[in-house]
């Protein structure tokens, strides 16, 4: 990474403008139901604090609100459990440009300030260069630890570092490090497990990793498309028919290259997903009028096997249903036997970062991405405007 980070920069007496991802869920009454992205930011919050910066100004989207305030998008309750968190107050302003919110940054006597969601202004998404002068006019340094909107040319992303100078924080530099090096530099064998919906999401993920890993392991509803590419019978199984002729050339590429395609051999299946009627595990061919949900015994025993030996494991998405608790198994089991191995394990960020909060495997894992998007970009090898708008090293 030929990028500065915070430890390349003096802070003493600076006033830093932070871009975090503050993007948490909450349930009907506003409150935070997952502070995992908040407490990925304190280290670097802590760390620009201890070296006397003067000021912190912390800024953030939630939800989409689409350039328009909506009350239920408001950052003040982000405000209350940060300040919680961080053991000392934050003070919250009610919008993040303007004058007043120029005279109220510097009036408070806070040393943390969070500003209201930036997408309460449409210029935010356009990434305008005007509204990220008056972000940028707060402060003396920027700083980006948002992982999670890297790959969005966003104006508190990408036009801000055009007037400041511009460093990663710690979560940042510290997914570039994992994803890059798993990427271009990973310990083998380097196994990749992919699940999900669809196969058109990962289709570049596949492309540029195929050629780097030893073996990719496909489960998910993905994998039904696979199968019916192979002459498989997948009855109500999801299917992107579009998708078929690709998947085929996706597995006619890994014979060509000498790598293991790895796709269920076992299937447990149901007549109804919601409530689930009628569960049975069968083979590869899923009869008529039944759904595929997860992968059965024999594909996790299978899966277990080529995970058993490798060094490095970079997986993204769920290989069931694992919200539902009948199909969560298949994930579930996976999932706990990489948590005992010893590996560089990499949980690319979305529904599989979720799937492991849900089974308390978190702290098993060497990295759980903090975002979704932005990761499965990073593993398609594409360039992240977040990362690369920052400033070079010198």
């Known amino acids: 990474m030929n990028k500065l980070t915070i430890k390349d920069i003096d802070l003493a007496n600076k006033a830093v403008l932070m871009r975090v991802d503050f993007n948490v869920p909450q349930d009907e009454k506003l409150n935070i139901t997952d502070d995992t992205r908040i407490k990925a930011t304190l280290p670097t919050i802590k760390y620009i604090l201890e070296n006397k910066a003067k000021k912190l100004i912390l800024i953030s989207h939630l939800g989409r609100p689409d350039g328009k305030v909506v009350a239920k998008y408001s950052l003040r309750p982000v405000a209350e459990r940060l300040s919680q968190l961080l053991g000392e107050p934050v ?30 202004h449409p210029e935010e998404e356009k990434n305008d260069t005007e509204f990220a002068g008056q972000l940028a006019s707060l402060a003396d340094i920027y700083v980006n630890d948002a992982f999670g909107t890297a790959h969005r040319a966003h104006a508190s992303t990408e036009a801000v570092t055009r007037y400041l100078e511009s460093a990663a924080g710690f979560l940042l530099e510290k997914e570039i490090r994992y994803l890059g090096n798993a990427i271009e530099n990973p310990a083998r064998p380097f196994v990749v497990i992919l699940g999900g919906a669809k196969v058109s999401d990962k289709i570049g993920v596949i492309e540029n990793l195929l050629p780097k890993c030893d073996a990719i392991l496909i489960g998910g509803g993905m994998a039904y498309t696979f199968l019916k590419a192979q002459g498989k019978t997948i009855g109500n199984s999801k299917l992107e028919k579009d998708k078929i002729e690709l998947a085929l050339t996706i597995l006619e590429k890994a ?19 919601d409530p689930p009627l009628n569960q049975e595990i069968v083979g590869e061919d899923v009869p008529e009028g039944k759904i595929a949900v997860d992968i059965g015994p024999k594909t996790i025993a299978l899966f277990k096997n080529k995970l058993k030996g490798a060094k490095t494991i970079v997986w993204n998405g769920p290989l069931g249903i694992f919200e539902i608790e ?17 590996v560089t394990s990499i949980i690319g960020g979305g529904d599989t970062a979720a799937a492991m909060s849900k089974f308390k495997l978190e702290d098993k894992m060497a990295h759980i991405s903090t975002g979704g998007g932005a990761s499965l970009e990073f593993m398609e090898g594409k360039t992240l405007p977040g990362i690369a708008a920052l400033t070079d090293i010198k």
């Open 91 to 120: 003070e919250f302003l009610s919008d993040c440009v303007g004058e007043k919110i120029r005279q109220e940054v510097k009036a408070s006597r806070k040393r943390v300030v969070l500003l209201e969601n930036l997408r309460f």
């Open 255 to 273: 014979k060509s290259l000498k790598k293991d395609i790895l796709l269920p051999i076992d299937n447990l299946v149901v007549d109804n997903i």
């Open 326 to 342: 009948p199909f969560s198994k298949g994930t579930k089991s996976i999932a706990n036997f990489i948590a005992g191995l010893s």
